[in-house]
C-alpha cells in the first residue's frame, strides 16, 4: 500500500483482526451489500468506491486505480469474506458497533483522566502511538477530518466495543464517549480536497 497512503495506519488498525471481528468494523457480508445508494455522494456508489473512501479519509492518502492490483486485491478478500451472504442482506445489528450517544454532551475532563489511565501506555501522551506496533489516534499521521472514524459516533462504538485492546468492552457507554470526545478534540490532518484523486462522477464500471 505504500504510495497510496499518508497516515500511519493499515486497515486492519480500525478493522480489526483483517475485518474478520464482529463488530471490529467486520467485512463479513459487505460485498453483498454494494452497489448502494450513498447520501454523501448523491449516488450509487461501488465497493471501489467506498474502499477509495477510506483511502482518501481514514488513511489520509489517495485511492489506487480501480484496476489496478491493490484495488482488485481488496475486492476480491472482502468477496471472499462475504461468500455465502444473500445479496442485499441487511447488516446484523450485532455486528455493528454503532451506538446511540448519550444525549448529555461528552465530558472532557473525565474523557482525558480516561486516557491517561487505559490508552496512553499504548496510544502515547502525545497521541501519536508507537511505530508500527500502535497506531496514532489524533495529529499529522493519524485519519483526517474527513474520516468515519473522526464522528464521535463511530469513534465511541469503535472504543466501546474494541478498546482498550488488552481489555476490549471493559469501558461503559458514557466512558467511551467522554474518553473519544476527547481523542477527537486534538487537531488532525485536514481533507486537503485537491492534492487527491477525485473518484469518477460516474458509477464505477466494476460491479
Ligand atoms: C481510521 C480508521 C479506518 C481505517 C484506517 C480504514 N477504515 Fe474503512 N471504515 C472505517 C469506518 C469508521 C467505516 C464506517 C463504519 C460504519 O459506518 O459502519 C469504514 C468502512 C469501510 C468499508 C464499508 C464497510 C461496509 O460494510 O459498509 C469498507 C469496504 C472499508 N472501510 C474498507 C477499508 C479499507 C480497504 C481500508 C484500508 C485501505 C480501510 N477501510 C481503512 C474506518 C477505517
Ligand atoms: C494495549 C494497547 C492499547 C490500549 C491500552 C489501547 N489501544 Fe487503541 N489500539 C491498539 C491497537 C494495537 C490498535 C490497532 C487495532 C488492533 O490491533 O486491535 C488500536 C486501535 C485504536 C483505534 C483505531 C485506529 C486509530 O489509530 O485511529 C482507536 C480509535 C483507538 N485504538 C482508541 C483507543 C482508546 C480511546 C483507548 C483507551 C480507552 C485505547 N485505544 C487503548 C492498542 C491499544
Known sequence: ?????????????????????????????????????????????????????????????????????????????????????????????????????????????????????RCEACHQPDGGGVGSVYPPLWGARSFNQGAGMAHLDRITGFVRYNMPQNAPGSLTLAEAYDVAAFVLSHPRPRFARNALVVTPALPAKYF
Not at 500500500?1 to 500511519?8: E, Q
Not at 468494523?25 to 445508494?37: D, E, K, M, V
Not at 462475504?82 to 475532563?109: C, H, Q
Request: aromatic share 10%.
Open 1 to 117: 500500500m505504500r504510495g497510496y497512503v499518508r497516515a500511519d495506519l493499515t486497515c486492519a488498525d480500525c478493522h480489526i483482526a483483517a475485518g474478520m471481528l464482529p463488530r471490529g468494523g467486520s467485512f463479513i457480508g459487505t460485498y453483498a451489500r454494494f452497489p448502494q445508494w450513498n447520501r454523501r455522494a448523491h449516488r450509487v456508489i461501488a465497493l471501489q468506491d467506498r474502499i477509495a473512501e477510506c483511502f482518501l479519509y481514514s488513511m489520509n492518502g489517495k485511492a489506487p486505480a480501480y484496476d489496478s492490483k491493490p484495488m482488485i486485491s481488496i475486492v476480491a478478500y472482502i468477496a471472499w469474506l462475504s461468500r455465502g451472504t444473500p445479496i442485499g442482506a441487511k447488516p446484523r445489528t450485532s455486528d455493528s458497533y454503532i451506538v446511540p450517544l448519550p444525549t448529555a454532551p461528552p465530558n472532557l475532563a473525565r474523557g482525558k483522566a480516561l486516557y491517561r489511565q
